[in-house]
């Protein structure tokens, strides 16, 4: 098939005005990003989204875990100089070591991270990286990410489509894993450095101490268990997070010294009436074969 070169140039000019408009920086890190999808699109999919998750999942409790997650959430929400957004943080009662954002500001934790926090600057470092995400349209530009690579496999169909299928499915195959380990996977990666870089500044800004940052992924790197090759991952690597968050300290730490209040690491997270008892048990207490968290006391005397 031979199309015309007026059409090709045609959609050379198309494509050459549409990637000038989706063009847009990202806050802190100043990188140049491809935005192809609206941002109204964007945030009507993540409230649809987190809409249906929350639907599926169960709400902590625990009035300590619900004041806490809220607090650190609307202080870095507030330095990200984002109030267009409609901000909501929840807890999720559930053992899973995660946390989440959705655009628009939709931000979950997991009540399972919360013994690898420790204290409110720990749930600083989680909580600014989920925010970062969200101000540098992180989940708008995987969209379009995928977008580009579903419409250059539609090429690659069309340039192979005259020969036989085992050679069809051989191109696919060979399109398909360059696409997932030399494009999807690395940007996921840079996504994720980015968001610790954006995140590290935002819980400065918001007076938490950045030097807590590497010392949480260290943290999260002790629990263990098989991890896949990095250039096979969507993250990179705890140790490596750690490392570069360290780099990065000096530049974090003048925000810091620059924030209207300086509450270093915060009060730290309990789980019971005593004071003594904190939420941050030996690594290989966090989660043990059951896979289940000990239920927190909802009525923690001593709260936030």
Not at 240 to 248: K, T
């Amino acid at each position: 098939m031979t199309w015309p070169f007026t059409r090709i140039a045609c959609l050379i000019c198309l494509a050459f005005s549409t990637l000038i408009a989706g063009c847009h920086t990202t806050p802190v890190s100043n990188r140049k990003q491809l935005l192809l999808v609206p941002e109204q699109t964007e945030i009507t999919m993540g409230m649809q989204a987190y809409e249906e998750i929350l639907a599926d999942e169960t709400l902590s409790s625990n009035p300590h875990y619900v004041e806490l997650v809220e607090r650190v959430g609307k202080r870095i929400a507030l330095a990200s100089g984002h109030d267009e957004y409609d901000w909501e943080f929840r807890v999720i009662a559930s053992s899973t070591v995660n946390a989440f954002a959705l655009p628009g500001g939709k931000v979950a934790v997991y009540e399972g991270i919360l013994p690898l926090c420790e204290n409110e600057a720990g749930l600083a470092v989680v909580m600014s990286h989920e925010v970062a995400h969200a101000i540098a349209r992180h989940g708008g530009e995987r969209m379009t990410q995928q977008g580009l690579a579903n419409a250059a496999g539609k090429v690659v169909d069309l340039y192979s489509q005259d020969r036989e299928k085992r050679e069809q499915e051989r191109i696919r195959a060979v399109f398909g894993a360059a696409t997932q380990y030399g494009f999807i996977l690395p940007y996921s990666r840079k996504h994720e450095s980015e968001a610790d870089q954006i995140g590290l500044i935002l819980m400065s800004r918001a007076g938490y101490d950045p030097r807590e940052a590497p010392k949480f992924w260290k943290r999260f790197a002790q629990q263990g268990g098989e991890k896949p090759p990095e250039f096979m991952s969507t993250h990179p690597s705890d140790e490596r997070r750690a490392a570069d968050l360290e780099e990065m300290l000096p530049e974090a730490l003048t925000e810091y010294e620059q924030a209207e209040e300086q509450l270093a690491l915060g009060k730290p997270i309990f789980i019971s009436g005593n004071r003594n008892n904190l939420l941050a048990p030996p690594p290989q207490q966090i989660l043990p074969a059951s896979g289940q968290l000990t239920a927190p006391n909802t009525a923690d005397p001593f709260g936030p």
